[in-house]
Nanobody
Framework: QLQLVESGGGLVQPGGSLKLSCAVS????????IGWFRQAPGKEREAVSC???????????DYVDSVKGRFTTSRDKAKNTVYLQMTGLKAGDTAEYFC????????????????????WGQGTQVAVSS
């Protein structure tokens, strides 16, 4: 049974950084695309980034425009963990962050649509405030 557990959230000042982790268990992580999503209070869930599977093991990442150049997604096969490194945080990044997984159909391509994903973690809260 695939399980996803997020961690690393917290309170950070504007301009600061956080690194979120998504620990994947129960499956071979290399067979699954991993997406990051967030949901702010009173708003709909939105995509943040995704990272595909890859023959090289690193995966190809994609990002929504609002986080490009600030956020980086990576995979660590040895730790069965996917990371979301967030820098230059803004108040608008405040949300609960979720990771999600779907069995990969294509290598080196992932999806930024939530409906594509079958498995979800419980989330970790990120608050950006001075």
């Amino acid at each position: 049974q695939l399980q996803l557990v997020e961690s690393g959230g917290g309170l950070v000042q504007p301009g600061g950084s956080l690194k979120l982790s998504c620990a994947v268990s129960g499956v071979n992580m290399d067979d699954f695309d991993i997406g990051w999503f967030r949901q702010a209070p009173g708003k709909e869930r939105e995509a943040v980034s995704c990272i595909s599977t890859s023959l090289s093991g690193d995966g190809a990442a994609d990002y929504v425009d609002s986080v490009k150049g600030r956020f980086t997604t990576s995979r660590d096969k040895a730790k069965n963990t996917v990371y979301l490194q967030m820098t230059g945080l803004k108040a608008g990044d405040t949300a609960e962050y979720f990771c999600a997984a779907v069995y990969a159909i294509h290598r080196d391509m992932c999806y930024l649509e939530a409906y594509e994903y079958d498995y979800w973690g419980q989330g970790t809260q990120v608050a950006v405030s001075s």
